[in-house]
């Protein structure tokens, strides 16, 4: 049975259902109790990010007093993984998401992390018209063309309502090939999964590296279901190939690590990359052993965030006793950002239509995660991209394969 997260950290003041929205075209909220729902996944292989998100939405919170002028602001969690798998479920998802908008004091609505979850919750928010907010979700088509009918479709009201705090698959994408360039890489073998994180779909990356002059000699799609995952067919299809690099694009850690792992076994020349969909410690002690494995991925360590980060992780550590990992910095400015959305409408400050206008095309000159700016259809700029390599079991940041300048 699913049911809300209790946040000891503020006052979630219960709501009638019949109080919130006035007539049926207003977009204001009549109470001044607003609530901010949050999905994410606090289950199986990502619950460590999903947790650490949601800590940093309660500081971000915390911080404020749960409170925004004379508006209170409560926080409502759900957790959108099946318990059989771990996993996110899109039916958990859009029942996250429907929970969401039949609450009419709900004025924002922050996640999902994972991209093919956002693409299930993003058309169900953005029919009622409520400002959505992804700390991690970046795959290209949910605010550009990637494919066939996208960004359109999951946009059903005809208006944005979406934003995101990383860069686009497509910038990832450009940072990748440019490291690939900038180390004498002409030609790589692709390995996807389907998902839609880490440019799992492969056809974008394949696409942005053979117009950055990296030619894909052979690109093979893996299972990402089975468990234990058998990666025999793929390892003999990228020993086959000509490539002296091979670069995994998915969501799936386990098989991610299955394949580098073998094929380091098997051809200890070639070189093997990873996108962010995989980009974690759970990667990084898989390969523990391996000093040939580079990854790349938004989620920068604390030492090239600015100062403001470093406060913030000195209070997350106060409050939760551990240390913030870099995914929790993206929850809390997604929750600091979305209260000063808030606060920026003043008087229509308990308006959804309001919220959204305040947030879409809006620059922050401070934050946890430097300064950024937010375009009119919800993409970030200013944010960088990390190339990290596998050390010891840990990421270690090399360089930055995308600047917030570029």
Same mark, same amino acid.
């Given at each position: 049975?699913?049911?809300?997260?209790?946040?000891?950290?503020?006052?979630?003041?219960?709501?009638?259902?019949?109080?919130?929205?006035?007539?049926?075209?207003?977009?204001?909220?009549?109470?001044?109790?607003?609530?901010?729902?949050?999905?994410?996944?606090?289950?199986?292989?990502?619950?460590?990010?999903?947790?650490?998100?949601?800590?940093?939405?309660?500081?971000?919170?915390?911080?404020?007093?749960?409170?925004?002028?004379?508006?209170?602001?409560?926080?409502?969690?759900?957790?959108?993984?099946?318990?059989?798998?771990?996993?996110?479920?899109?039916?958990?998802?859009?029942?996250?998401?429907?929970?969401?908008?039949?609450?009419?004091?709900?004025?924002?609505?922050?996640?999902?992390?994972?991209?093919?979850?956002?693409?299930?919750?993003?058309?169900?928010?953005?029919?009622?018209?409520?400002?959505?907010?992804?700390?991690?979700?970046?795959?290209?088509?949910?605010?550009?063309?990637?494919?066939?009918?996208?960004?359109?479709?999951?946009?059903?009201?005809? %208006?944005?309502? /979406? *934003?995101?705090?990383?860069?686009? &698959?497509? !910038?990832? =994408?450009? +940072? $990748? #090939?440019?490291?690939?360039?900038?180390?004498?890489?002409?030609?790589?073998?692709?390995?996807?999964?389907?998902?839609?994180?880490?440019?799992?779909?492969?056809?974008?990356?394949?696409?942005?590296?053979?117009?950055?002059?990296?030619?894909?000699?052979?690109?093979?799609?893996?299972?990402?279901?089975?468990?234990?995952?058998?990666?025999?067919?793929?390892?003999?299809?990228?020993?086959?190939?000509?490539?002296?690099?091979?670069?995994?694009?998915?969501?799936?850690?386990?098989?991610?690590?299955?394949?580098?792992?073998?094929?380091?076994?098997?051809?200890?020349? %070639?070189?093997? /990359? *990873?996108?962010?969909?995989?980009? &974690?410690? !759970?990667? =990084?002690? +898989? $390969? #523990?052993?391996?000093?040939?494995?580079?990854?790349?991925?938004?989620?920068?360590?604390?030492?090239?965030?600015?100062?403001?980060?470093?406060?913030?992780?000195?209070?997350?550590?106060?409050?939760?006793?551990?240390?913030?990992?870099?995914?929790?910095?993206?929850?809390?400015?997604?929750?600091?950002?979305?209260?000063?959305?808030?606060?920026?409408?003043?008087?229509?400050?308990?308006?959804?239509?309001?919220?959204?206008?305040?947030?879409?095309?809006?620059?922050?000159?401070?934050?946890?995660?430097?300064?950024?700016?937010?375009?009119?259809?919800?993409?970030?700029?200013?944010?960088?991209?990390?190339?990290?390599?596998?050390?010891?079991?840990?990421?270690?940041?090399?360089?930055?394969?995308?600047?917030?300048?570029?």
């Amino acid at each position: 049975m699913r049911r809300p997260l209790a946040l000891a950290l503020m006052a979630l003041a219960p709501v009638a259902a019949g109080c919130g929205g006035g007539n049926a075209s207003s977009t204001r909220i009549t109470s001044d109790t607003l609530t901010i729902y949050t999905s994410l996944p606090l289950r199986g292989e990502r619950e460590a990010d999903g947790r650490a998100v949601l800590r940093g939405q309660k500081l971000a919170l915390q911080e404020a007093g749960g409170r925004v002028g004379s508006l209170d602001i409560g926080l409502v969690a759900l957790d959108n993984t099946r318990t059989s798998t771990g996993r996110w479920d899109p039916r958990q998802v859009a029942a996250n998401a429907r929970e969401a908008a039949e609450n009419p004091s709900t004025i924002a609505y922050i996640g999902d992390l994972d991209s093919g979850a956002s693409a299930v919750s993003v058309p169900i928010v953005n029919e009622i018209g409520v400002l959505q907010v992804s700390p991690l979700s970046g795959y290209t088509g949910l605010t550009q063309v990637a494919d066939k009918g996208e960004p359109a479709k999951y946009y059903p009201s005809a %208006k944005r309502t /979406f *934003a995101r705090l990383v860069p686009t &698959g497509a !910038r990832e =994408a450009l +940072g $990748l #090939a440019d490291w690939l360039r900038d180390l004498g890489i002409s030609r790589v073998t692709l390995a996807h999964d389907g998902l839609q994180e880490g440019l799992g779909h492969g056809t974008e990356l394949e696409r942005v590296l053979r117009q950055a002059g990296v030619a894909v000699v052979r690109s093979i799609r893996v299972d990402p279901s089975e468990d234990p995952p058998d990666v025999a067919g793929a390892l003999r299809d990228v020993l086959r190939g000509p490539a002296v690099a091979l670069v995994y694009a998915g969501a799936s850690t386990s098989t991610a690590s299955a394949l580098l792992g073998a094929v380091a076994e098997r051809a200890p020349g %070639k070189q093997l /990359f *990873a996108t962010s969909g995989v980009a &974690g410690p !759970r990667l =990084a002690e +898989g $390969l #523990a052993e391996l000093e040939t494995v580079r990854v790349v991925s938004p989620l920068l360590p604390l030492a090239e965030r600015p100062p403001a980060a470093r406060r913030m992780a000195a209070r997350y550590r106060e409050l939760f006793d551990t240390p913030p990992p870099p995914s929790a910095l993206y929850g809390y400015e997604a929750m600091r950002s979305v209260l000063d959305a808030i606060g920026r409408a003043g008087k229509d400050g308990n308006d959804r239509q309001a919220v959204i206008d305040s947030y879409l095309g809006s620059s922050v000159s401070r934050s946890v995660l430097g300064s950024y700016a937010i375009g009119e259809d919800g993409d970030i700029s200013g944010a960088a991209i990390g190339g990290f390599s596998v050390r010891s079991g840990r990421l270690r940041l090399e360089r930055l394969v995308a600047t917030p300048a570029d």
